[in-house]
């Protein structure tokens, strides 16, 4: 599966980067002349006028006709002055609205970060929804990747935890539950903007995200979002306290890893999703919650690694999962939960699975089936 999204100018492109008038003139007037004498010579050729009988004089009608040619060369030598100048500011336009909209970027850019410096849970959930719309206004994919790299900044910042329903603590257990509003608001964010088409002007696939670390206290739904292209990142996450979800998530392109999260105390789905051309890693990964859920999901192609994963959950599936081109490992997988299903998965099996399984103890396989690999 191939995704293509609209080519987005860099801030490269923008530069003001121009030749002196005086050589674009003359590098112009010498391609029209050189387009000219091409033209003449070829329509020679084709009317097969290769001898001309010399005139000694030159009647009017003819004279006429020079002076016409003169006054027609001379117009367009004029025209194509007017085309290179007409050209430089247009250019000059561009740069100078470039710069107009990178200034405005930067002062809208610093009022959102202060506002996420805020003491107050409603402004910084304020700069949260300006940084993303910001990202959306961006003039260049540079100035987009720099608001999502603040949004994923703020995730990472160490938290305090919840310090419970006790009244001695209600204040403080208040204000966690703001915060923590505050950063599933980022998620649900981050997860809207990918879902959204590859050529929309509001998706944020290609951009890299890095959630390295992060601890995620709830439910965090990513389904249908499209990882294409770009370095995304949930390396040393902490998934707990509800549902991980990335159904029907597509992984085409670029780079995406799990490895060393850690998904506990809720559901965690993968179902329908759809792994092609990308490298993704799990490795190291402990899925711990109650249903691990890999159903249906498909692996047309690139390489998807569970390698030392450990499955501790107490059901993990991978029911009507296509394994095709590609690689999937499972090397050093560990599967210490009640039950594992890979009933009516489809293709070879992935390297290290059968080992995996075998070395497992007090583990129901229900039931063990592949079918053929359709052609």
């Known amino acids: 599966m191939t995704l293509n999204r609209r080519p987005w100018p860099s801030s490269n492109d923008r530069e003001l980067r121009l030749w002196n008038v005086g050589c674009v003139l003359a590098l112009a007037f010498l391609a029209a002349l050189a387009v000219a004498a091409t033209v003449f010579y070829a329509g020679w050729d084709l009317l097969g006028a290769r001898e001309l009988k010399p005139e000694r004089r030159i009647d009017s009608k003819t004279l006429f006709d020079l002076v016409k040619l003169s006054f027609g060369v001379v117009a367009g030598a004029g025209a194509l002055v007017a085309l290179v100048v007409a050209y430089r500011r247009q250019r000059v336009d561009e740069a100078g609205a470039y710069r107009e909209a990178t200034r405005l970027h930067t002062e809208r850019f610093s009022q959102a970060v202060d506002k996420l410096g805020s003491d107050s849970p409603a402004v910084r959930l304020g700069g949260v929804h300006a940084l993303a719309g910001l990202a959306d206004d961006a003039p260049d994919v ?45 998620l649900r964010l981050i997860g809207d ?88 890693f799990f490795d190291g990964a402990v899925f711990s919650g109650s249903r691990v859920s890999f159903d249906r999901s498909v692996f047309p192609g690139g390489r998807v690694s569970f390698d030392s994963a450990s499955f501790a959950g107490s059901e993990v599936s991978f029911d ?54 359709n052609p």
């Open 193 to 280: 903007h990918y879902r959204h088409p590859l050529e929309a002007h509001r998706s944020w696939g290609g951009c890299d995200l890095d959630l390295t670390g992060v601890t995620i206290d709830g439910d965090m739904d990513f389904g249908g979002a499209v990882f294409s292209g770009g370095r995304v990142s949930f390396g040393g996450a902490v998934f707990s306290g509800g549902g991980v979800f990335f159904d029907g998530a597509v992984f085409s392109g670029g780079r995406v890893s799990f490895g060393g999260a850690v998904f506990s105390g809720g559901r965690v789905s993968f179902g329908g999703a759809v792994f092609s051309g990308s490298k993704v």
């Open 142 to 186: 540079s100035l987009r990747q720099t608001c999502i790299d603040v949004l994923c900044a703020y995730l990472q910042l160490p938290f305090t935890p919840d310090p419970g329903n006790d009244p001695a603590h209600q204040e403080e257990h208040h204000r966690y539950l703001a915060f923590r509003k505050v950063r599933h608001t980022i």
């Open 320 to 373: 009507g999962t296509v394994f095709s081109r590609g690689e999937v490992s499972f090397g050093g997988a560990v599967f210490s939960g009640r039950r594992v299903y890979f009933n009516r998965a489809t293709g070879p099996v992935p390297l290290g699975l059968l080992d995996a399984i075998g070395t497992a103890t007090a583990l129901t396989v229900l039931p063990l089936t592949w079918l053929p690999q």
